[in-house]
């Protein structure tokens, strides 16, 4: 579902950056849980390195913290929501 919208949403230059605000919280979350699911299933050999979940894992946190944390965007979605952005809502 994300990668059809980032794929989609990418050729177009004029992004609006409500729209940007959720893909890069929902994709970062997404990828996130999906290292988490990985890590769970291994266990204890999530954490080896020759499974290269604990490399994924340190790679997929920095996504959720880069160009800022999840909730910090997720508050300023918040906001605009709540000014009825005209982006968000069409």
Do not use: C, H, N
């Not at 920095?62 to 910090?72: K, N, Q, V």
């Amino acid at each position: 579902m994300v990668e059809a919208l980032l794929s989609s949403v990418a050729a177009d230059r004029d992004v609006p950056q409500d729209i940007s605000l959720v893909l890069k919280v929902a994709s970062s979350e997404f990828a996130y849980r999906a290292a988490d699911d990985a890590m769970q299933m291994l266990g204890w050999r999530g954490y080896v390195d020759s499974y290269r979940v604990a490399g994924l894992m340190r790679d997929v946190r920095f996504l959720r913290i880069g160009e800022g944390p999840s909730e910090a965007l997720l508050t300023e979605l918040g906001a605009r929501l709540a000014a009825r952005s005209d982006t968000v809502y069409d």
